[in-house]
């Protein structure tokens, strides 16, 4: 399935999700072009030869899409964690590793940690990166 | 160490900014970008992306850093506390300075606190 094929929205239950499940590995290019406009303000152009830190999020969401069939129709974002490695240069594709770091119930409310671990074109770690989502549905919901 | 001043970085937020970043990233999630599904929801209208506000610290960090990006080692923590709303201003403030570690925050036009973010720098 290619990414403009990937649904948008995934139904995904909290209960279809196992802690160290990998959801899948996928190459996303990173343009100058994006990079460019995530370095000053959201949909400004630009072109940039290092991806800005908010690259990151915006691989996260597009490797979620398309390793759970789409984004968590109706998750909220909790937290990020994000560890940084070797400065990421454009213009290549990187390798994201997407699977199941946790999950909980807090406060009657489920969460799932997803690790995002993304490689540069060399095999070399650009960013480890963990992101809990409010997950739309808990324990048992349908 | 950077030693200069971490700059405040302001964005204004608006449903086209929310658009942009839809655009951007393939997260459709009608929360961000459908009113109605916004209007039906706990929050009464849409919500930006969450890394939309986070823009002005990621913006703080790298003008203050004068880098492109972190460097390698550096760690981040962030924590969404409320939601940013088309309409919205959000700047990024420093909060505490110790040694190798930013506390930051980005706060809306009404003083209240949309993230609070963390960044420890390699020693």
Redesign the interface.
């Known amino acids: 399935m290619t990414?403009e094929e990937?649904p948008?929205?995934s139904n995904v239950t909290y209960d279809e999700l196992d802690v160290g499940q990998v959801l899948g590995t996928v190459d996303e290019p990173v343009g100058a072009e994006?990079a460019g406009?995530?370095?000053?303000?959201?949909?400004a152009s630009g072109e940039?030869?290092?991806?800005?830190?908010?690259v990151f999020?915006?691989l996260f969401?597009?490797a979620l899409?398309r390793t759970l069939g789409g984004?968590?129709?109706?998750?909220?974002?909790?937290?990020?964690?994000?560890?940084?490695?070797?400065?990421?240069e454009t213009g290549n594709d990187v390798r994201i590793e997407v699977s199941i770091a946790d999950k909980y119930v807090r406060r009657e409310r489920p969460y799932v940690v997803v690790q995002f671990a993304i490689d540069d074109a060399s095999g070399e770690r650009a960013l480890t990166g963990l992101k809990t989502i409010m997950w739309p549905t808990g324990p048992g919901q349908e | 160490m950077p030693t200069g001043e971490f700059p405040s970085v302001s964005?204004a937020v608006s449903q086209?900014?929310i658009n942009?970043?839809a655009d951007?990233?393939?997260?459709?999630?009608?929360?961000h970008v459908d009113e109605a599904a916004g209007a039906a929801?706990e929050f009464g209208g849409t919500i930006a992306?969450?890394?939309?506000a986070?823009?002005t610290f990621?913006?703080s960090?790298?003008e203050w850093l004068d880098a492109?990006?972190?460097?390698?080692?550096?760690?981040?923590?962030?924590?969404?506390r409320a939601p940013t709303r088309p309409g919205d201003t959000i700047h990024s403030e420093l909060r505490e300075q110790d040694g190798d570690e930013i506390k930051a925050e980005c706060v809306n036009q009404d003083g209240t606190t949309v993230i609070s973010a963390t960044a420890t720098l390699p020693e």
């Open positions: 990414p990937t948008a929205l994006l406009s995530l370095i000053g303000a959201i949909g940039a030869a290092i991806a800005p830190p908010a999020p915006v969401l597009k899409r984004i968590p129709n109706g998750g909220v974002l909790a937290k990020y964690e994000l560890r940084f490695g070797a400065p990421l | 964005e086209e900014t942009d970043y951007l990233s393939g997260d459709y999630n009608p929360i929801s992306h969450g890394p939309i986070l823009q990621f913006r960090l790298t492109p990006a972190p460097p390698a080692g550096t760690v981040v923590n962030i924590t969404f």
